[in-house]
Structures are given as structure tokens and as C-alpha cells.
């Protein structure tokens, strides 16, 4: 079956442009992540929705980064005025439920991101 | 804070030879742990997780971890690595944030398999 696609797979965007990365998570996946990850380093969170709640947003790095998931599917991580230090690879997640449940941990399922790097 | 330590930034082994990559957390309570293995070009995947019960878990592609209270460690081994191992590979803990837990990442240890 389809996994986690992403899509650009990959973005050059000029400092101070606008960007907006899709995430399509599996089908009836509840939960949704979004992830940072430099380069020579482990992703780092920054945020979390369940159908189209957005519940955490504490990883979030900017008032520049927005993210939203209005149908409870589809997911889109926009930045605005891009800077150099945004250059990262972007990985979104989807799982069934949260991180864990009564059985214990959730799995993750990951798509292969998107390497955005602004010059 | 909770926090994810992978002392080995890079390990090259023997195609053949067994091997252990090394994962220490920091966590008050039983944490909930895993290990995704990330190959170029492809997404992140989940090698093997744990959280309760038996200390020894199994999992994908030959792989298993042991979880160590003692030593806050949960190693990652293979007895014998073939060269289609050659990945990024991270341990990952489950914070424990009421309804809000995420997942506190290492960072990486690359592996490279020598034919």
C-alpha cells in the first residue's frame, strides 16, 4: 500500500522567498509530525496534529514557520522569508494514534522528506 | 529533560562481522524506546521499539536491542551485517509530556560496511 509521500522531494528557494511543503500521510492515519532535520543531525520536532487539531506546535522555530492540516489528511508546512539557516531536510510522520497508546508505543511511519536549501 | 545519547558518530565494520551501535537515554521513568534506520535517498524506518516486558526485542532485518535499566542503554545489535546495512541509523525515546509526548532523537550513527 502507499506510504508517506512528500512532495517537493526537493526545493532551492532564494532568501526571503516563500515556501510551502506538502505532506500526504497514509490513509486513515489520525496523527501527523513534522520534523527537521540539519545536516549530520536527528530530526528535531515541530509539530504535532491529530485529524486537524494541531496540538503542539512547540517545535516550531519562527512565527515564520506555519503549518496546517484543514481536512484532517493532507498536511502543509509553509515557511515565509526564508533564511539559510532554514536549509534542512523537512520529514513528515503519520501514525494511527499519538506517539503511545494503551499497548505502548505508536509507530511512526516516515516519508522521505524534503531537502530544501535556500541560497 | 529527557535526552537521546549516541556516542559513535561513525562505525565502519567488515561485511560479516557482528556489530553494536550504542544508544544511552536519559529518562526517569520505564521510557518507551526505538530504532529507525535511515538509507539515502529513503524515509526513516522503524528497526525495532521497546517499552515493556521482555528486555531483549526483536527486530527487522536481523536486527535486536536490549534495553538495560541499569546502564540506561538500549544497544542496538546484528551478528552478521551485510553491505546493504550501510545507513544512518538513530535511537529515539518517547518523551512522557501527558498528551503531548514527542519523540527526542539521537544523532545518528552513521555505518559503513567495508566488502
Known amino acids: 500500500g502507499a506510504g508517506v509521500s512528500q512532495s517537493p522531494r526537493y526545493k532551492v528557494a532564494k532568501r526571503g522567498q516563500d515556501v510551502a511543503l506538502r505532506c500526504d500521510p497514509i490513509s486513515g492515519h489520525v496523527s501527523l509530525f513534522w520534523y527537521q532535520q540539519a545536516l549530520g543531525q536527528g530530526p528535531e520536532f515541530l509539530t504535532y496534529?491529530?485529524?486537524?487539531?494541531?496540538?503542539?506546535k512547540s517545535g516550531l522555530p519562527s512565527d515564520r514557520f506555519f503549518a496546517e492540516r484543514p481536512e484532517g489528511s493532507v498536511s502543509t508546512l509553509k515557511i515565509q522569508r526564508t533564511q539559510q539557516e532554514d536549509s534542512a531536510v523537512y520529514l513528515c510522520a503519520s501514525s494511527l494514534g499519538g506517539l503511545a497508546g494503551v499497548r505502548g508505543p505508536v509507530t511512526q511511519y516516515f516519508g522521505p522528506g524534503t531537502r530544501l536549501t535556500v541560497l | 529533560a529527557q535526552s537521546v545519547t549516541q556516542p559513535d558518530i561513525h562505525i565502519t565494520v567488515s561485511e560479516g562481522a557482528s556489530l553494536e551501535l550504542r544508544c544511552n537515554y536519559s529518562y526517569g521513568a520505564t521510557p518507551y524506546l526505538f530504532w529507525y534506520v535511515q538509507s539515502p535517498g529513503q524515509g526513516l524506518q522503524l528497526l525495532l521499539k521497546?517499552?515493556?516486558?521482555d528486555t531483549l526485542v526483536q527486530g527487522i532485518k536481523g536486527f535486536e536491542a536490549e534495553f538495560k535499566r541499569s546502564q540506561s542503554s538500549f544497544n542496538l545489535r546484528k551478528p552478521s551485517v551485510h553491505w546493504s546495512d550501510a545507513a544512518e541509523y538513530f535511537c529515539?525515546?518517547?518523551?512522557?509530556?501527558?498528551?503531548?509526548?514527542?519523540?527526542?532523537w539521537g544523532l545518528g550513527t552513521s555505518l559503513a560496511v567495508n566488502p
Open positions: 529515539a525515546v518517547v518523551t512522557n509530556a501527558g498528551n503531548n509526548r514527542k519523540l527526542i
Open positions: 496534529f491529530q485529524n486537524e487539531a494541531q496540538l503542539d
Open positions: 521497546y517499552f515493556s516486558g
